[in-house]
């Protein structure tokens, strides 16, 4: 059983940037795709960027494009989002997830098995 953990949220003014990490144990991620989610108060879970199992094939939302890198290291079984020119709309609760039974990354929450707690990631304006 994957679990997923977190980390790197936190308090951030407008402009500032932030390194989230998602490491994985209890098996190995190495050959699934990967990827960022984000939920705000009172509104729906919405796709932030995903990678492939290499870390060569990337999407992100148009939202963040230009913004953020999503990047993995195999090696330490650990994905990142490297968020720079943060928006006070960015604010939100923000998951990795793993794909059970594919490589390639996904835009969609139903594609993915295996769900971290969230970290928070406020902006301030």
């Known amino acids: 059983q994957v679990q997923l953990v977190e980390s790197g949220g936190g308090l951030v003014q407008a402009g500032g940037s932030l390194r989230l990490s998602c490491a994985a144990s209890g098996g190995t991620v190495t050959s699934s795709g990967m990827g960022w989610f984000r939920q705000a108060p009172g509104k729906e879970r919405e796709f932030v960027a995903a990678?492939?199992?290499?870390?060569?094939?990337?999407y992100y939302a148009d939202s963040v494009k230009g913004r953020f890198t999503i990047s993995r290291d195999n090696a330490k079984n650990t994905m990142y989002l490297q968020m720079n020119s943060l928006k006070p709309e960015d604010t939100a609760v923000h998951y990795c997830?793993?794909?059970?039974?594919?490589?390639?990354?996904?835009?969609?929450?139903?594609?993915?098995?295996?769900w971290g707690q969230g970290t928070q990631v406020t902006v301030s304006s």
């Open positions: 997830a793993v794909r059970r039974d594919s490589a390639w990354p996904g835009r969609h929450a139903y594609e993915y098995h295996y």
């Open positions: 990678l492939s199992w290499s870390g060569g094939i990337l």
